[in-house]
């Protein structure tokens, strides 16, 4: 089946993490600018615009992006839903990381970007019941870290 870093896509073979990071990236861009160019998708990444140019090749090849050569870049209804899950998978692990655990916003920013490639549904709503928890908890003005240490 692949790495740990890659998913089944039911179009067509395997995306790897990079991809998942490109359709996040793309899904966001075309939330706040409507027009996703490929010096956006750059700029956003940090990666060169070659590097963009070869990863939206690879993408279209597998049905999750439409792009021609200057012109803007579109993701398909398959493309959309695997930026959004990741959109929503790293906004989750984020805040896990910051309001729970109370790591750093720049430290949970960057481990969120790793963790939300790895993490299985089951596991990742599992942590959403168990924010769901600590925050309902009738003791929830109580630090949760804090009051870890007692046990």
């Known amino acids: 089946m692949g790495t740990q870093s890659e998913k089944q ?5 395997l995306i790897s993490s990079t991809m998942e990071d490109y359709l996040k990236a793309i899904f966001e861009l075309d939330k706040l600018k409507r027009v996703v160019r490929v010096k956006d998708i750059a700029k ?16 279209e090849e597998r049905g999750l992006v439409r792009h021609k050569k200057y012109e803007f870049v ?25 309001e729970i655990l109370k790591v750093e ?11 939300e490639h790895f993490l299985s549904k089951g596991t990742l709503e599992n942590l959403i019941d168990f924010m769901d928890f600590v925050e ?5 003005q109580e630090r ?6 007692d046990c």
């Open 9 to 13: 896509n039911n179009n067509s073979g």
């Open 44 to 59: 956003k990444l940090e990666v060169k615009m070659p590097t963009v140019t070869g990863m939206l090749k690879k993408l």
């Open 74 to 98: 579109e993701l398909t209804v398959t493309g959309a839903f695997f930026g959004n899950e990741m959109r929503r998978r790293h906004a989750i692990l984020l805040r896990f990381l910051t």
């Open 105 to 115: 916003i720049k430290t949970a920013a960057e481990e969120a970007c790793k963790l």
């Open 136 to 140: 309902a908890c009738p003791r929830a």
């Open 144 to 149: 949760w870290p804090d009051r870890s240490k």
